[in-house]
């Protein structure tokens, strides 16, 4: 996720970096705070006369050399696609049609505000069409605000009364009806018609009357489904928490591994840890037609900007919201950093300064300095998560860095901040000082960024018998979960709804244990060699967790592995320790000590966690469903891996074995 791989700037960079000469070198190297040397790559890179930059604006309205990616506001062009989703709704093609009106909404000028009533209205036809009567009814709503014209208006009032029939909202239909009698007065139409229309909408109206005459005798049971709604929608606002950590969650310090989760009582497996959303995160660019810009769930119905066309939101909150914060900042320049190349992280580290005025930055400067030498963590901790400090305080590893590296992020550093001053971010304010001070803001937050963002990925479906898979869709930086260390035995998954994470226990955690999360190399995939140096390269430090301290093999590697068990014989003093081999599929096994037969999960049934699971193991393997019953013994032995003693410790499962709970298991936590 790091760096500029392709697009203009690589070519800025690189000529800037092969001109300096060696005294520069050395002045450079000399430096000693990161605003000097911003001004010092500033003035070598003269990048204002080098890139011939400008910020798009609403009066741009043509689209450059054939582009497909960049769109712009352009109404010819919108009209033309709303006629070719015309067409498809004739054709009765409802999702062809939504998506031209969809591409036809984007490019159209805000100035333009009837057209883009209209489209409104044709989205909402398709929508009902679409049997999406919720979206139908926000699309109507949203042509009458962008005021759609009067004699079209009885369309659109008799469309919504027919969504809430189908919705059975018989009050809301009623008056619908009502609405649109009257709208028809003002409709442009021959008269014989608007008597037909008007007679329908009467039949209607008796109709439902009647039928709301029934409903009000069975008015209590309504009571109750409206209190079941209003207790959903409870459960909705505590989705939407800024942020949820467990109290089974807490933090400690050492000087070899910095700050880092642990579990401040028992885990439980699957146990919700962490929900938080990002202090900033950035969609890739290809995501940038399909998915909300701010909160990164998947559109159908976008919300366009009002500027420009290359961002789309899921709703008119999210659309406030971005613009706000960073959008009224980023607007007309996005594109440009598209095509410079630069990484998700670049971007990140950008939006996290654009997402809050100067003002905001110069105000905290004394503070931030004092940070860099003294953080108080409980303080810290304290702070909402769109807290600059949440994020300022994250490790850097700035006094590890070598002089290309410095050199190499100090250019990206400060391509990005005349990003930010063609966007006017800094509006009156022409002080050098304040400049290049956000300039080393900047250059902190790719710092940042490097060790601490995460990606953002999406679970994806392709047909109906696909099992899923994850795709990058973004980055974040998440500033309780960027204080989780790595293990290449992880004890939590991370999965997303939009750009909100969630963290759930993919095993029992004692209390006092590390809680880790995997940064890359997984010890039943990598080598522990492999693991060891791609971890002290990216991430400087030597990877210490049990998989690396005892050296487990990968799955690749455990072919020959057994499971071994201490043997459960008749006069239960048998010292064995039987081996069965992967392959396992029967329960009860033969001690070649004592000769007995055990059953190879009877050591399991102390531990706690495992007693339901156990028993529905048992109640399967009982009624001859063997398959469905080892799926469940491998659960249990999943759970048990973390709370056996020695030997039991440290067996490994089979490799189809841990596969397949970590699959099976893992799959039901992340699904
Ligand atoms: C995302 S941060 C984790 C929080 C970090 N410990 C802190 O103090 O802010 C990543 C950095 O933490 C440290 N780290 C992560 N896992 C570690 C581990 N298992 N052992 C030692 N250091 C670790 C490394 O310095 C790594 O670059």
């Not at 591994?257 to 028992?266: K, P, S, T, V």
């Not at 301290?549 to 068990?565: A, H």
């Not at 007995?596 to 193991?617: C, H, P, R, W, Y």
């Not at 020695?646 to 699959?663: A, D, E, N, V």
Request: aromatic share 10%; with cysteine.
């Amino acid at each position: 996720m790091d760096g500029f791989k392709s697009g203009f700037f690589l070519n800025l960079y690189q000529n800037t970096r092969n001109a300096l000469k060696s005294d520069e070198l050395q002045t450079f190297s000399g430096l000693n705070n990161n605003i000097e040397r911003m001004k010092f790559v500033h003035n070598v890179s003269m990048i204002e006369k080098k890139l011939n930059l400008k910020r798009h604006d609403r009066e741009q309205t043509h689209r450059t050399n054939n582009d497909e990616i960049y769109f712009y506001k352009d109404l010819n062009c919108a009209l033309e696609m709303k006629k070719i989703g015309n067409k498809f709704f004739q054709n009765q093609q409802w999702n062809e049609a939504l998506n031209f009106y969809n591409k036809s909404y984007i490019m159209i000028p805000s100035d333009s505000q009837k057209d883009v009533a209209i489209l409104f209205a044709n989205r909402s036809a398709v929508l009902y069409h679409l049997e999406n009567y919720d979206a139908a009814l926000k699309e109507i709503e949203r042509a009458i605000a962008c005021s759609y014209p009067k004699e079209m208006m009885y369309k659109l009032k008799e469309r919504k009364a027919r969504c809430f029939l189908a919705k059975k909202d018989l009050k809301e239909a009623l008056k619908a009806f009502k609405e649109d009698i009257q709208a028809l007065d003002d409709a442009i139409i021959p008269v014989d018609n608007k008597l037909k229309l008007e007679r329908d909408a009467q039949i209607m109206i008796k109709m439902i009357e009647k039928n709301l005459a029934i409903e009000e005798k069975m008015s209590s049971k309504i009571k109750a489904k409206e209190q079941t709604n209003k207790n959903d929608e409870n459960l909705n606002k505590d989705n939407n928490e800024e942020r949820f950590v467990s109290n089974s969650l807490g933090f400690d310090y050492s000087e070899e591994e910095g700050r880092y989760a642990i579990a401040a009582q028992d885990i439980k497996l699957g146990t919700y840890l962490v929900q938080e959303k990002p202090h900033a995160s950035s969609l890739l660019q290809n995501y940038s037609q399909t998915h909300c810009q701010f909160c990164f769930k998947r559109i159908n119905v976008p919300i366009a900007c009002s500027n420009c066309a290359d961002v789309i939101y899921c709703s008119e909150n999210c659309r406030d919201n971005s613009w706000k914060t960073f959008h009224r900042f980023e607007c007309g320049i996005i594109q440009h950093l598209w095509s410079s190349g630069a990484s998700i992280t670049c971007q990140m580290a950008l939006r996290a300064i654009s997402q809050k005025p100067l003002n905001y930055f110069v105000n905290l400067r004394e503070e931030l300095i004092e940070l860099k030498s003294n953080i108080d963590y409980s303080k810290i901790d304290t702070l909402s998560n769109d807290d600059y400090r949440r994020i300022f305080v994250l490790v850097t590893h700035e006094k590890e860095r070598t002089f290309e590296d410095v050199f190499h992020r100090m250019m990206m550093a400060n391509f990005l901040l005349h990003c930010l001053k063609m966007c006017d971010y800094f509006e009156d304010d022409e002080t050098e000082e304040n400049f290049f001070y956000i300039g080393s803001l900047i250059y902190h937050n790719l710092q940042v960024m490097q060790y601490n963002a995460h990606e953002i990925s999406e679970l994806q479906y392709k047909g109906k018998n696909d099992t899923g898979s994850s795709v990058f869709i973004g980055g974040g930086i998440y500033p309780t979960v960027a204080f989780f260390n790595h293990s290449c035995d992880p004890g939590i998954v991370r999965y997303y709804t939009g750009n909100t994470m969630m963290v759930r226990a993919i095993k029992h955690i004692p209390k006092g244990s590390i809680v880790a999360e995997n940064y890359g190399p997984i010890f039943t995939q990598t080598p522990k060699d492999e693991r060891q140096s791609q971890l002290l390269k990216q991430y400087h430090f030597k990877c210490m967790c049990v998989p690396c301290m005892q050296n487990w093999p990968t799955f690749k590697d455990m072919e020959d592995t057994f499971l071994r068990f201490r043997c459960d014989g008749k006069n239960k003093t048998c010292p064995s320790v039987i081996q069965v081999p992967l392959d396992v599929n029967e329960f009860m096994i033969k001690c070649t000590e004592c000769g007995e037969f055990t059953n190879i999960m009877k050591g399991l049934k102390s531990v706690q966690d495992t007693d339901m699971l156990f028993k529905t193991a048992t109640r399967l393997h009982e009624s001859g469903d063997t398959k469905n019953a080892l799926s469940k013994y491998l659960e249990c032995l999943q759970i048990l891996l973390q709370s056996l003693v020695p030997p039991f410790r440290s067996f490994h499962l089979t490799q189809q074995g841990i596969k397949r709970c970590i699959m099976e298991f893992g799959n039901k936590v992340y699904l």
